[in-house]
């Protein structure tokens, strides 16, 4: 955890080490439902400009639609709409991150995370490329397009590449 906010790969590796399973993913409200009702809460992502920040998301209303949220900023819990929340942030996912103890991973069974395939390779090119292997962020990164050509996660691990390599051109080419 730092100042200016924690990488998401440095997040999930953090967690990793220290006994957790974790499991990246993209909000869905069936998703959400699935892991709450297993009595699982889990980190929601939200994306602004120039900002972003995680929250638990802790419950949700059926009959009004919303998502209770547990906000490290704010003394109490409060309520979002959660189609709304989950269209304003459909650019980044969002991105939700799960967490159980490695012994309680029959928690996550049969629960269906979408893109977690995905984010699992966008964390291996991540990590990758913090240890400076270019050469197996490259491959990650490869797989991750084969897997789902032209995917938000997709761009984002070839803009880490282009971003690490200093290379603006194919940086730029990935900001479109």
Known sequence: ICHDGTL???ERAWAQENGWLTREFRVTLEATK?????????CLTTVQPAN???????GYDDW?????????????????????LLESQASSG???????????ESLLSGVTLPDAA???L?????RALARHDR??????????????????????????????????????????
């Open 135 to 176: 050469e197996t962020a490259v491959s990650q990164a490869a797989a991750l397009e084969a897997a789902a050509p032209g995917h938000r996660l997709a761009w984002q691990a070839l803009r880490a590449i282009a971003a690490y390599d200093g290379n603006t051109t194919a940086l730029l080419a990935r900001s479109e």
């Open 34 to 42: 699935a892991l709450l009702d297993r009595g699982v809460p889990f």
């Open 94 to 104: 969002p991105r939700g991150m799960v967490l159980v103890p490695v012994d309680r």
């Open 64 to 84: 009004r639609q919303s998502l209770l949220i547990r906000d490290p900023w704010y003394r109490n819990r409060y309520e979002l709409v959660a189609e709304s």
């Open 122 to 126: 966008l964390h291996g090119c991540d």
């Open 8 to 10: 998401a790969h440095s």
């Open 52 to 58: 972003a920040h995680e929250q638990a998301v802790i």
């Open 118 to 120: 995905l984010y699992d």
